[in-house]
């Protein structure tokens, strides 16, 4: 018999009329709600209590006093409707997923390898929007409090405890010079000789001007910047111009190109620093988001450190 009850229960909308009388408290005011006449709502009640051989309600002068059956039935058909308002919203979101936005805020550095990471994920969902938002440090620390988008890429994230980080891929920092300068051809350079360079780099706030301070503290060596750029391809094409070395993330020359350039071998480089991905604790994640930061953990980050094996930045 109870293998066989889910044929005797009823329909979806017996159900949504049994929730309805029990919260109104009475047929008169379900009905008004359900837009439904008195008869009609009566009469699928009785359809519902025939098909489990057992009275719903007793009526009370006007009140109507459930039985333990209807009680249980009640507690089961707000259990299913629950279920179907979950699966409606899986639906919602599964529709969203052949049309939805994805939406990335990354620091400057970043933009050379997440097209990387994103071209594998666009092929496989080739309907999925991406808004991809490219700034300094600054302007992605503003978007995340903001909780302008998804998901955040920094080198150096911000600490605070609504954010939540994956520890996503290693970022050194290496020393760069024109291929044709006498440092380029010399081996075991330490920071003395370097910085005896006329030395190129980033702008203060910058996530890898800030990871070269904080690396030179320790290094108990003073920082004396020749010129401040606010664009790694501009560094790189006044390296090549030969207007001094510089300090930039091997992933700048990894997808960006090194053609002209050279990675100098100073004892003390690369700085180790990490990629970051960030998004805020308390927002909560469409499933492309989610679909998205799965990809990244399962294939997306080791996809990525074996295309850097192969262009020599491992």
């Not at 837009?35 to 719903?56: C, E, F, N, R, Y």
């Not at 998804?150 to 760069?176: G, M, Q």
Request: glycine share 6%.
């Amino acid at each position: 018999m109870n293998n066989r009850l889910h044929a005797h229960i009823g329909t979806l909308r017996q159900l949504e009329i049994l929730l309805a009388v029990y919260e109104a408290g009475s047929i008169t005011a379900a009905s008004e709600t359900l837009h439904l006449t008195q008869p009609t709502v009566s009469m699928q009640l009785k359809k519902l209590a025939d098909g489990i051989d057992t009275p719903l309600y007793h009526t009370v002068g006007r009140r109507l006093i459930f039985t333990d059956s209807g009680l249980a039935l009640i507690h089961t058909a707000r259990e299913v409707m629950n279920s179907f308002q979950r699966l409606d919203m899986k639906l919602a979101d599964l529709r969203g997923m052949k049309a939805g936005t994805l939406k990335l805020a990354v620091v400057t550095t970043s933009k050379y390898f997440i097209p990387h990471l994103l071209g594998p994920f666009c092929k496989r969902h080739p309907n999925v929007d991406i808004q991809f938002k490219v700034g300094n440090r600054q302007q992605i620390i503003d978007r995340l409090y903001e909780g302008s988008d998804d998901f955040y890429v920094f080198s150096h994230p911000p600490a605070d405890s609504r954010f939540e980080t994956l520890d996503f891929l290693p970022n050194p920092l290496v020393a760069i010079s024109a291929s044709k300068h006498r440092l380029s051809r010399k081996k075991n350079i330490n920071l003395t000789e370097l910085f005896a360079e006329k030395l190129l780099m980033r702008e203060a706030g910058s996530g890898t001007r800030y990871a070269i301070e904080e690396f030179l503290k320790g290094e108990k060596v003073q920082l004396r910047s020749n010129m401040t750029i606010e664009s790694n391809e501009a560094i790189k094409h006044a390296v090549m111009s030969e207007l001094g070395v510089s300090i930039l993330s091997a992933h700048t020359l990894a997808f960006g190109g090194k053609s002209g350039l050279a990675v100098l071998n100073v004892k003390q480089l690369p700085i180790e620093t990490n990629w970051y991905f960030v998004w805020l604790k308390d927002k909560p994640q469409s499933l492309i988001a989610e679909t998205f930061f799965n990809y990244v953990e399962s294939e997306g980050r080791s996809n990525l450190l074996i295309e850097l094996k192969r262009l020599g930045f491992s």
